[in-house]
């Protein structure tokens, strides 16, 4: 190997190399530190609360300029964060920074009050991450910021907006219930009136969705989910471009916002293997979805790239693939639900997904909408598909749609 690629460095802000990359290449390359870490593939973990100056000009220096890549205090971090933070802003074309957090609630969190001051409203898609909605309905109305829900797939956008509105946040799809949203209409719309778009883009990430390219301004990741992959870290990012990266970045160091190195390295681990498991589980769900669709106990399948998702016209247009998380409604009350997911076998009963193994759980959108109520019959089920072998899933699935019904 070449020395030249060990040291393939980065900008400041981690901007993308001159050679345009397919995402795959850049989820290998990007973010590598040659400068300060040597030519090694992985940037080490770097652990450090103190950087020692070598004399008072120095420290003087180390404080200005409030950039990375300038060891200054721990909090700001050091080249293990800033490799990942670089890498993820090479994954998404058009931005020109990354923050991390210690979660992807902590993100959009962060982002929100980046952007938003009382007096403000709100806009959020009604779909949304049950976390938004309650910080939205909790801490930030207490801030006097008001917000005001909208159908994930409302068409005359104009509705949406008034003098107070100063952003948007979005969530497409929806991760109970699939709708993707017509986000670059959504975004043109936004920018015409100054609001800021925020899109957590947490199902595809950058690798199947180029969220800024598509109009918006900040795009939200759960890294914790298919960044990391592999089950054991939390944390969640920011990525925008010039014109919000200096208030988000403030106000992450205003609110004390740090990860530890070592959770920086597993995710960067788990991003050198991120387009081998986004398409295992591409592969396996669509599959598996298909299968769904033929079972008798099934009453709908929820999945963005099945024609008869709501959405699915966007989703082919913009994305150019699809996840390991969908779901699907049993024709059976919750009871009955209950025991076809306690039945499952291979499929562990938990929150969160994007790693490697596969997860169930009923689910209850009913209980978090504002405008478009939820009243299909049945119970909605959500499956994250995992890295097993497809024909082993589908097998506890049959058996655990067979114990349900004897029951
Ligand atoms: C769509 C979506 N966004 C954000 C989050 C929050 O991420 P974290 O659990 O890392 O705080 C989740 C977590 O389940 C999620 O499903």
Aim: net charge neutral; hydrophobic share 40%; charged share 20%.
């Amino acid at each position: 190997m070449g020395i030249r690629q060990g040291y393939s460095q980065s900008t400041r802000c981690g901007l993308s190399s001159e050679k345009p990359q397919k995402p795959a290449t850049k989820s290998v390359t990007a973010g590598r530190r040659g400068a300060l870490t040597g030519p090694v593939v992985n940037v080490p973990v770097w652990r450090a609360s103190t950087h020692l100056y070598e004399n008072v000009a120095a420290l003087e220096a180390g404080k200005s300029g409030n950039h990375d890549g300038r060891f200054f205090y721990g909090r700001r971090g050091s080249p293990t964060q800033w490799s990942l933070a670089e890498a993820l802003t090479e994954m998404e074309p058009g931005a020109d920074g990354t923050m991390l957090y210690p979660s992807g609630v902590a993100a959009i969190a962060c982002a929100l009050l980046s952007v938003l001051k009382a007096g403000d409203v709100l806009l959020m898609t009604d779909n949304a991450y049950d976390p938004s909605r309650s910080l939205a309905d909790g801490f930030l109305k207490r801030f006097g910021v008001e917000t005001r829900y909208f159908d994930p797939l409302i068409t005359d956008y104009d509705l949406l907006f008034c003098d107070r509105t100063k952003a948007i946040l979005l969530e497409s799809p929806g991760s109970l219930t699939f709708e993707v949203q017509d986000i670059p209409a959504i975004c043109l719309a936004a920018k015409k009136r100054n609001v800021v778009t925020l899109l957590d883009n947490t199902w595809a990430t950058s690798y199947f969705h180029t969220a800024l390219e598509k109009g918006v301004d900040m795009a939200i990741l759960s890294c914790t989910k298919y960044i990391v992959g592999h089950s054991d870290v939390m944390m969640g990012s920011v990525t925008t471009h010039k014109k919000y990266w200096t208030r988000l970045r403030q106000t992450a160091q205003q609110l004390g916002q740090t990860v530890s190195p070592d959770d920086a390295y597993l995710a960067s681990r788990g991003l050198r293997t991120l387009s081998v498991r986004m398409k295992a589980h591409e592969t396996s769900a669509l599959q598996i979805a298909k299968w769904l669709q033929r079972q008798p106990d099934v009453a709908a399948v929820f999945h963005p790239a099945l024609p008869d998702c709501p959405g699915h016209a966007f989703w082919k247009r913009d994305f150019t693939g699809s996840t390991g998380l969908f779901s699907f409604v049993h024709k059976g009350d919750a009871a009955t639900a209950a025991v076809f997911v306690d039945a499952l076998e291979l499929f562990g009963i938990g929150y969160s997904w994007g790693g490697f193994e596969s997860l169930a759980l009923p689910v209850h959108p009913e209980k978090y909408r504002s405008v478009v109520p939820w009243n299909k019959a049945g119970t909605l089920i959500r499956l994250q598909i995992g890295l097993e072998d497809t024909d082993d899933l589908v097998a506890d699935l049959g058996q655990a749609f067979a114990r349900a019904r004897d029951v």
